[in-house]
Nanobody
Framework: QVKLVQSGGGSAQAGGSLRLSCRTS????????VAWFRQAPGKEREGVSC????????YYEDSVKGRFTISRDDDRRTVYLQMNSLKPEDTAVYYC???????????????????WGQGTQVTVSS
């Protein structure tokens, strides 16, 4: 059974840091990378970061480049999103998701992802 369980997040001041975790089970994390999405109130869900290939090549949405880092711990079957230099515009519900067909996390294809974490609120105050 495929499961993605999120932890972390919460509230931070602008300029602060938070880390999100996504613990996975039921599939091979090496073959089916996990992506991070977010959805702010009144906005469409967007891809934040994902692994594009097994060699670790990654994608970052333009607004988070240089501030967010995606990583994985295969022993713990967990994917992380380290968020530094947070801005109020980073406020959103963040989701991890898995897709078994190689769908990229960018380009608005979030609906093709089949498995989702429960979501976690990230609130950044100025």
């Amino acid at each position: 059974q495929v499961k993605l369980v999120q932890s972390g997040g919460g509230s931070a001041q602008a300029g602060g840091s938070l880390r999100l975790s996504c613990r996975t089970s039921g599939f091979d994390l090496d073959y089916f990378p996990v992506a991070w999405f977010r959805q702010a109130p009144g906005k469409e869900r967007e891809g934040v970061s994902c692994f594009l290939r097994r060699d670790g090549y990654t994608y970052y949405e333009d607004s988070v480049k240089g501030r967010f880092t995606i990583s994985r711990d295969d022993d713990r079957r967990t994917v992380y999103l380290q968020m530094n230099s947070l801005k109020p515009e980073d406020t959103a519900v963040y989701y991890c998701a898995a897709d078994f067909e190689g769908t990229p996390c960018y380009g608005g294809h979030w609906s093709r992802y089949d498995y989702w974490g429960q979501g976690t609120q990230v609130t950044v105050s100025s």
